[in-house]
């Protein structure tokens, strides 16, 4: 569970966010929509603990994973060693990993499809491939509270279909919370219980998905005409936006 109460966060002696009060119960899942620069990721490193709030009260229950937006070691890791590391607290002190961690690594590299990574270094990993495997070592962790911040951005479309689809059975079956945050509203209608919509450093909408995200507020938000699609024959929709882009296309 997390609560925030009228938090405040400066970074470079600049305030980013003000007067932030949110409340996500357990078994959530929170998407976190925005324009860039607008303050996600600070969000996101004040309930990781990464960086403290100048004001206000911050409660969170659980251990807590975190699969950062862009990560690179400076050792020669493997694939396998860097999900390895999400088992660290599970181990004792010196403690090295036993048959029950690696079993725990690989059903989760199976799952996100990237077992046939595990002995590849990590550094010469593609973005994406880079980005599974840092789901899997925050998947190992078995923490209460998972928190990703862009989770999919560097993900082909059956890639993020294949992480969406493992949060999703996360929240389900094991009761996560989860906090994520995406330039894709799709991805928060296909998994999120609850979004916010932050459109300023101190103006925000929170609240359960349905109610919360529609067309008008996505395109307030990111300031461009945004129209929603539903599929035919299913119940499912989507966002696309109109882009402004107004030149003919013309063949070469
Ligand atoms: N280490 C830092 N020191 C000073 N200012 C920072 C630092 N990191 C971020 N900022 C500033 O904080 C503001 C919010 O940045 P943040 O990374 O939280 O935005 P974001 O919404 O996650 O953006 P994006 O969608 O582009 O990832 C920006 O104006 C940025 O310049």
Known sequence: MIEAR?????????????????????????????????????????????????????MVHGQVGFVPQLFEVSFAYSALDIALMGRARHLGLFGAPGRRDYEIVRHFLSMLGIEALETQAFNALSGGQRQLVMIAQALASECDLLVLDEPCA??????????????HRLQVERGMTIVFSTHMPQHAVEIATDVLLMTSGSRYVCGPTEQALDANNLSELYDLPIARADFSGTKKHTYAPLFRHRGEKTDA
Do not use: F, H, M, W
Not at 20 to 39: C, E, F, Q
Not at 43 to 56: D, E, K
């Open 6 to 58: 009228d938090l405040t966060v400066e970074r470079g002696g600049r305030t980013i966010l003000e007067g932030y009060n949110l409340r996500l119960d357990k078994g959530r899942t929170l998407a976190i929509l925005g324009a860039n620069g607008v303050g996600k990721t600070t969000l996101i490193s004040v309930l990781t603990g990464l960086i403290q709030p100048r004001s206000g009260r911050l």
């Open 154 to 167: 560097a993900l082909d479309y059956k890639n993020q279909d294949k992480v969406l689809e493992l949060l």
